[in-house]
């Protein structure tokens, strides 16, 4: 028996996976609160992922009917960038600084300047610093709390955290250290000279945790610990990764030809490369992998995070709000909306409000804007999908997950507005399934491959296959034209 865990933004979800049953025997999920403030500002508490952990675990173990004894090794997916700053004693310095906080806009901006600007970046580190990965986030500290900055002892990511509270081990791997903004992608290690750049007071050896492959262990539960959830003694924990990458594993570890897109707060589209990556745009995060290769990726701030406002704003139950959109025509009878209520990443506007345009005394109805919600989020991932550029030239597939994908109307939304045929695995909480693959991976060494253990467990839905229709494909165009004129006209981005 193997456990996946994803720490997402909104919730920790938890997967119970029979390996040689080739079964998932139970899901849970518990959620989290999400501290807002003004100027973009979005964290978290570090503590608030430990008590949702132990919730999904005992709801999804319950599930399962299982003994957690069974339990041979536990994976951890986790939301990317978050800056997890420790004191000497493990307590966090500074609540967590999301990868969706935008307070630091401007200290990416002056990174990115001090750093050579793009092709300085692209040298050093093999990508380009976005706002949002976590370089910035520790600059920002430095300036604006200088005592906590002082205090910090280790430097963590959120699924980093985990691990450590797991297995009292501060590690990390190259999938989720690509996040950072001081490693190396293509070499896959740190880059201590940008490191000490942006905190020359600490000491990188020793803040930076100690990096693993992909396959290592970071340890095994601890003794206390494993008495408390009711684990057998040396339960392993594997190496884990950013959600993203074991999204792409959770979704059959995937390969040319293949795209994996998560519409879960933030909206990522994937494609996998066995060589280091040099983008054409540089919006695209040139990550690695976590299974030894690399994952260009590109990645929107307002999806489920859009959606759900509008819905809420209406009181709407998730059926309800299916069921609205699908009562609008395409393209909301000309409600057009930029939903960049956050910010935005891809195209580049930390500092950006959404918008609403095209409203008219007859088309202004809940219908209506709901449908341009959905419709703008998903226009976004198109935008993405065209900075990828190449890398996903000729894709055939998109493998559709996180929470937006278990909406039909939206699956046929993606297929006709890239034009490209959608499906979604059975377990849409990807990234915690391919946790827990990564998990067995790890904990059967030698024994079983990644991808034979994708094939047994990765099941991919016919009942939610999604073809493009060439009528839907052609009034989306005419739709996403006067979305990219919306861009250039408010935003300056070229069409
Ligand atoms: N049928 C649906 N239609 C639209 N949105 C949905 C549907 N089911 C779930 N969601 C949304 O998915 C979001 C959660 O997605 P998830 O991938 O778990 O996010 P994260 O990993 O960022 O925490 C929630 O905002 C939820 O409202
Ligand atoms: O910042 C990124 C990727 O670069 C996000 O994709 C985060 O990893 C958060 O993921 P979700 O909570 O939306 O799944």
């Known amino acids: 028996m193997y456990l996946g865990v994803d720490c997402g933004t909104q919730s920790t979800k938890v997967v119970v996976v029979d390996i040689d049953a080739a079964a998932i025997l139970g899901e849970a999920s518990r959620p989290h609160r999400l501290i807002e403030g003004t100027n973009g500002r979005r964290e978290q508490h570090p503590g608030d992922w430990l008590e949702a952990f132990r919730g999904a675990f005992q709801d999804a173990v ?48 002056a990174l990115v300047e001090r750093l050579g600007g793009e092709a300085g970046c692209l040298e050093r580190l093999g990508l380009v610093l976005q706002t949002g ?29 985990l691990n450590f509270w797991l297995t009292g081990e501060r590690v990390s791997e190259a999938g989720d250290a690509s996040g950072t903004g001081y490693f190396d992608t293509r070499r896959r290690e740190w880059r201590l000279d940008v490191f000490a750049e942006i905190a020359p007071e600490l000491d990188a050896r020793a803040v930076l945790p100690r990096l693993i492959d992909a396959r290592q262990p970071a340890g095994v539960v601890r003794p206390a610990l494993a008495r408390e959830l009711g684990l057998a003694e040396g339960v392993v924990v594997s190496s884990g990764g950013g959600d993203n990458m074991l999204g792409a594993i959770g979704t059959g570890n995937i390969r040319p030809g293949e795209i994996t897109m998560s519409l879960g707060t933030s909206g990522t589209i994937c494609a996998h490369s066995s060589e280091p990556v040099q983008a054409e745009s540089d919006m695209v995060a040139n990550f690695c992998s976590s299974d030894g290769g690399w994952l260009p990726l590109i990645c929107t701030m307002n999806v489920t995070s859009a959606t759900t406002r509008i819905r809420e704003l209406f009181g709407l139950e998730l059926d309800d709000f299916g ?30 409000s959404a918008s609403l345009l ?24 198109r935008y993405g999908l065209e900075q990828l550029g190449s890398l996903a030239a000729g894709a055939r597939q998109i493998r559709l997950i996180g929470g937006g994908s278990k909406s039909p109307v939206w699956r046929q939304m993606v297929a006709d507005i890239t034009g490209i045929p959608v499906i979604s695995p059975r377990v849409t909480d990807a990234a915690a399934l391919g946790a827990a693959l990564q998990a067995a991976w790890c904990e059967r060494r030698g024994d079983v491959a990644l991808d034979a253990l994708c094939e047994r467990l990765v099941v991919l839905d016919e009942a939610t296959r999604a073809e493009p229709v060439p009528a839907g494909v052609a009034a989306y165009e005419a739709v996403y034209t006067r979305y990219r004129q919306a861009l250039a006209e408010r935003h300056g981005i070229p069409d």
């Open 62 to 109: 319950a599930k399962a009917n299982i003994d957690p004894r069974a339990v041979r090794a536990i994976g951890i997916s986790g939301q990317q960038h978050g800056m997890v700053a420790l004191d000497r004693d493990g307590e966090p310095v500074y609540p967590a600084k999301l990868w969706c906080d935008t307070e630091t806009a401007d200290h990416n901006a």
């Open 133 to 161: 990965y976590t370089a910035s986030k520790l600059a920002w500290l430095r300036d604006t709390h200088p005592e906590a900055y002082r205090r910090i002892d280790s430097l963590l990511l959120p699924h980093d955290y």
């Open 323 to 352: 069921e609205h959109i699908a009562s609008a025509p395409i393209g909301a009878e000309g409600v057009l909306m930029l939903p960049f209520f956050d910010g935005e990443r891809v195209p580049a506007l930390p500092h950006a």
């Open 358 to 381: 095209g409203l008219t005394g007859t088309n202004l109805t809940r219908a209506n804007l709901c449908r341009a919600v959905m419709e703008g989020a998903t226009f976004g991932m």
